[in-house]
């Protein structure tokens, strides 16, 4: 396959921040690509230095193969989406939408073409005679979309167009874009800090922490096989499981053990239990391979109950059946499925390998 | 702590709108009582009523044994909780506890015993002569609650109090929250608009809209039978699939071919929309399952445990949850069915549930 973007060996400073360090990415042409992060992971510096619209300390950017590391943001030929929708507000949706084509002095039929075009991909038609203020924010943000893909960039690169959307609008939304990204089958890249948005959306995923990549993978290996214990408790809810423990014949914890699945032995140097809540069951499997503890406070959601359960001074959830009722204070044991779960150097916190 | 009567509340602002119609509650005493709806519902308006911070147009508020109607909220010895606050960082764990009852002028003996009692109660002992900043979160988590919970009212109320945490700090206090009101057995009246936060606290639930209540029941009850169209788009996420159907042999047939199991108490023939949960269908593949309704993959979300998929079906597009094992491409065609037993179902014009 090839690379619609690469960035090799990125590094930016602001004063003496450390925004990117040494970053290293590799976006597939046709790609839904997301970049998942919280916020000052350096998400938003790595858009710009791609975009152009910041000028790395080190490093280089391809485009399709090209080096654009000296190119203006133009020359780049990239579109941009932000969060904010920046429309024109005397303008209606239609001439918002064919703006960036009137800058290129396109002939009036080829730019009418063009818009109608999108404005049927993105199911506003009827709305392109309003001016933004008759719009509401799902609409805005169509039409802000639409403004970009009006161009055929190089790439798409979007910077968390759904944070300000309600919930239900974001859920929507997120169905829209997977659904315009295949039907264009063009590169997105793609920002945000929400796991949920990026596990849904994206081929592939890089999470990033402080500047650096700390994975990249598809959303089911990322979710799977966590890299480290800061990104197997950054994806995922509820939030894994992590109790301190040694590994060696067994993994042995305060007032609990497990048989080791294979996790090569890590002596005395202390490690990390990770098991994600839908891995244990109260409904006992395998006698051998449980947790035992006290039940801490039971919250049914309908589709699956979260039971909280105390181990020494350690909690844990459980995702249990719907019909788990189990009582406050009871002591219950929750069987662990051996073959999932997770183990983490509790110094460097990378994840310990399997023999 | 005690019980919490509302009876025939009815609440109209000065500008005509009426907040709250014609509202029955009672609340057992110990009971963590959830109202939920969405904004301009009339939950907040009914909580502020019990607090004393609305007077009521007509109707009557009992806390305990006692009428308060027209009493100030001082007098009616409830706790209003909005937020947890922040801890003060100069202060000790044991001063934060305090805080509150010392702003109430109590004894100091009646300070210390109140304090020593929040601390053995939330396993903050340890800790009571350090500054919040040498805690763990979940430790600073407890002390902020036991600080909401250290007074001894006849009820707490709260409004929304977890809205402004983080999702994942949200998810750890709403466990602290429910273990510790359930080892004081307070009795507490709990609002929010979040579904969740509803069916994860309460030990009832009711929901509101536009001043009416809706329904009122347990969270399983609740979302297994929602009473009402309402209730049942409320409740679940994703939401519950609202598919029309009629009443064939001993099952309900919706378009394509999609048949449900029927419950009891219909006639056939009659027309209603079944209420289906996203994990009450299953999508397969249609080679080795070849004789079920046809729908197309519109989307997928992986979430990791587990995949939600939107189906474009006759029957219009149905959210189908799956284990994340189920690998089935946007666009591909596949089999719906419907496992399980009979749905919940609603009458097309009322809007209400019929049979059983």
Redesign the interface.
């Known amino acids: 396959m090839t690379s619609a973007i690469v960035a090799s060996g990125i590094s930016k400073t602001f004063g003496d921040v450390q925004a990117l360090d040494d970053l290293n990415l590799d976006v597939p042409e046709g790609a839904f690509f997301v970049l998942l992060g919280p916020s000052g992971a350096g998400k938003t510096t790595t858009l710009r230095v791609i975009a152009g619209l910041e000028k790395p300390d080190a490093g280089t950017v391809h485009l399709t193969g090209i080096d654009a590391t000296g190119a203006s943001p133009a020359e780049r030929d990239l579109a941009m989406v932000f969060q904010s929708y920046a429309l024109y507000p005397k303008q209606t949706a239609g001439d918002n939408i064919a703006s960036p084509l009137r800058a290129r002095k396109l002939p009036k039929a080829e730019i009418d073409a063009q818009v109608a075009r999108v404005a049927e991909l993105l199911h506003i038609e009827k709305l392109l005679q309003r001016k933004p203020a008759q719009l509401s924010g799902g609409e805005m943000q169509r039409v802000a979309l639409g403004r970009a893909l009006v161009r055929n960039p190089r790439a798409f690169l979007m910077d968390e167009p759904l944070t300000n959307l309600d919930l239900k609008l974001r859920v929507e939304m997120r169905t829209e874009l997977t659904r315009i990204h295949r039907s264009l089958g063009r590169t997105f890249l793609y920002v945000t800090n929400d796991q949920v948005e990026g596990m849904s959306m994206a081929d592939q995923l890089a999470v990033l922490r402080a500047g650096t990549i700390q994975q990249v993978g598809t959303p089911t290996e990322i979710y799977d096989r966590p890299a480290n214990r800061w990104v197997a408790t950054f994806v995922g809810s509820p939030r894994m499981n992590l109790l301190p423990c040694t590994a060696n014949g067994r993994l042995e914890g305060s007032g609990w053990a497990l048989p080791n699945p294979g996790f090569v032995s890590q002596g005395d140097r202390p490690a990390l239990l990770g098991v994600r809540s839908e891995d244990l069951s109260l409904e006992t499997r395998d006698e051998a391979a449980a947790l035992e503890g006290r039940v801490y406070a039971v919250e049914p959601l309908g589709d699956r109950t979260l039971v909280d359960i105390e181990i020494g001074d350690r909690r844990i959830v459980v995702k249990a059946a719907p019909t788990a009722s189990p009582e406050i204070g009871e002591q219950v044991r929750a069987s662990v499925d051996l073959d999932r779960i997770h183990l983490f150097d509790a110094e460097t916190e990378s994840a310990v390998a399997r023999r | 702590m005690a019980e919490v009567l509302v009876k025939r509340l009815r609440k109209e602002f000065p500008d005509g709108t009426v907040a709250v119609e014609e509202l029955d509650l009672a609340i057992a005493d110990g009971e963590l009582f959830v109202m939920l709806g969405p904004s301009g519902c009339g939950k907040t308006t009914t909580l502020r009523c019990v607090a004393g911070l609305e007077e009521e147009t007509s109707g009557q508020i009992v806390i305990g044994d006692e009428v308060v109607s027209g009493l100030r909220p001082s007098q009616r010895d409830i706790a209003m909780v909005f937020q947890f606050y922040a801890l003060y960082p100069h202060l000790s764990v044991r001063d934060n506890l305090a805080f509150p009852l010392r702003a109430a002028k109590r004894p100091a003996a009646e300070v210390d015993e109140r304090v020593n009692e929040a601390a053995r109660m939330l396993r903050l002992e340890p800790f009571l002569d350090r500054r919040p900043g040498k805690l763990s979160g979940?430790e600073q988590q407890r002390v902020a609650l036991g600080r909401a919970m250290v007074r001894h009212p006849k009820a707490f109320l709260m409004d929304e109090p977890l809205t402004n945490l983080d999702?994942?700090l949200r998810?750890d206090m709403?466990?602290?929250l429910?273990?510790v009101q359930?080892?004081l057995s307070s009795t507490m009246i709990y609002v929010t608009h979040d579904q969740?936060e509803a069916?994860?606290?309460g030990d009832r639930i009711a929901i509101m809209n536009k001043g009416r209540l809706e329904q009122l029941g347990a969270?399983?009850e609740v979302?297994d039978r929602p009473a009402t169209l309402f209730a049942a788009r409320f409740?679940?996420s994703?939401p519950m699939n609202l598919i029309e159907a009629e009443v064939t042999n001993g099952h309900l047939t919706a378009a394509g071919g999609l048949t449900i199991a029927a419950p009891e108490g219909i006639q056939r023939g009659e027309r209603v929309i079944a209420g289906v949960?996203?994990?009450s269908f299953t999508v397969s593949d249609p080679a080795s399952d070849p004789d079920g309704a046809r729908g197309r993959v519109?989307?997928r979300?992986?979430?990791?445990?587990e995949t939600i998929y939107?189906v474009e079906t006759e029957a219009g597009l149905l959210n189908v949850?799956m284990p994340?094992t189920a690998r089935f491409g946007?666009d591909q065609v596949v089999t719906v069915r419907h496992r399980g037993s009979a749905p919940p179902v609603y009458d097309p014009q009322t809007e209400r549930l019929v049979g059983r």
Do not use: C, F
């Open positions: 979940g999702a994942e998810a709403r466990a602290e429910k273990h359930q080892r969740t069916m994860a606290l969270p399983m979302y409740i679940g994703p949960r996203p994990e519109a989307s979300e992986a979430l990791g445990d939107v949850r994340p946007e």
